[in-house]
């Protein structure tokens, strides 16, 4: 909870995602809310009971929201935005991993319980299996104000998409986009994969 906790707020998040069978690379941006949600928050018991679970096993969860644009969607003019709930149920002997449970997965839009684990680094780590792919995804914090994360989706028995994210957080008094970040956003980027 302490990391979805630290995660409150408004982020600005710039995004590569490589389709690794068309070697080709895509960029975005997306503005992002994440709000922490205590434990007896109604939708933390919405949520336990849409997957069958406890609601006395969970410790809290979040509201994510989102609106987002990547390169290709511009290009069809479309845009990605929605919300989704997660809960928190930590395995009963090591409070550090345990199961995420999920309104709408990553990969698929579809209620899914992937499984998280804290590791050394104080990273979140998640992994999803969904009935035709599976996700993994790394959060972690350079800073107060900037998150990283990874994630790679897997499907047909082999990686499909690879994504890497900076995001940084929004001062809710400047909350615009100054002209001089908007350009930095829309800049070209080289993969170390060389795609």
Known sequence: MEFFQFSAGKWRSQRTTHHLPFRRAETGDSDINVEALSVDHPKVLEICTLHEVEAELAIGGAHVTWQAAMAWDQEDDENHEGSTIFVLVPDADNSRKGRLLRERGYAEIV?????????????????????????????????????????????????????????????????????????????????????
Do not use: H, Q
């Not at 995804?137 to 990874?150: A, I």
């Open 111 to 195: 209620p899914v319980i992937g499984y998280y684990e804290m590791d050394d680094d104080g990273g979140m780590v998640l992994v999803t299996e969904y009935e035709t792919m599976s996700s993994v995804e790394r959060f972690w914090f350079v800073g107060p104000n900037l998150r990283m994360r990874s994630s790679t989706v897997k499907r047909f028995g082999g990686f499909s998409t690879a994504s890497f994210c900076t995001e940084f957080r929004v001062d809710p008094e400047t909350a615009e986009a100054s002209e001089s970040e908007k350009a930095d956003a829309a800049a070209p980027y080289v993969s170390v994969f060389g795609w």
